[in-house]
């Protein structure tokens, strides 16, 4: 997989939303239950339940947004001792949970700091440049439309799943697919990892199409030995979303710079 690091096509505007989307993504997780001592990888029994017991009810779980019902034992945080042991104690849920705003909360859900970082890493290289294009308001309701349908996509092909599902990363997805739609000939800055770290410039749709065919391929469980534990579909989803979205914007969409070829290292630095 490649990293991409940094993109050569200037914003005419400050992305207030995008920073504000990285800032709220940032807090959210450093204030969420229990990751403190995941994070330094000492989480006690009493954390873990207490964070799967915010997740059940912070989390979008897709046969809640399909059938529209909670279950009827959720995890209470607190932790009890059963016939097999230490565990996590359920119970009737004492809240009242919305599944259609429970996708809204998802989106700023991480279960680590990788999943956080990935996810605001390629936030910031291309959400500033959609969010120059649509504007600081149609912008955030495209972030949230196309996270929405991420998630309601990957509830449909995965209707009876009691699994939580988490992270921006459909949202992103959509950022994604209207990045590859607008600017297909901008320049990217990757690390390829070739027994060192590699720098190269690709153009746009090499980077971003080679991600989606990735996304494809783990989705059907090609590539990977637990496709389950990532939403492949929804960032397939999202993406497409963001595709759609933002094609009717294609025509009055300013060209990146050109780029000129392949280059790595200290040569295509001193490109202009």
Known sequence: MVIPVHDVNPARRTPVVTYALVGV?????????????????????????????FLDQYAAVPQELIHHRMPRLVPTGDVGVGAQGPGCVVGPPGYDKSPELSVLTAMFLHGGWLHLLGNMLFLMIFGNNIEDRMGHVRFALFYLVCGYAASYGFALLNADSGDPLIGASGAIAGVLGAYLVLYPKARVWVLVPFLVFLPLRLPAWLVLGFWFVLQALYSSGEGVSAAGTVAYAAHIVGFLAGMLLAWPLKPGTPPPPEPRGLLFGRRARHVR
Do not use: E, R, Y
């Open 25 to 53: 993504n940032v807090l959210v997780f450093l204030f969420m239950p229990g990751l403190s001592g995941s994070v330094a990888g000492d989480s006690s029994l009493a954390q873990l339940c207490h964070l799967q017991a």
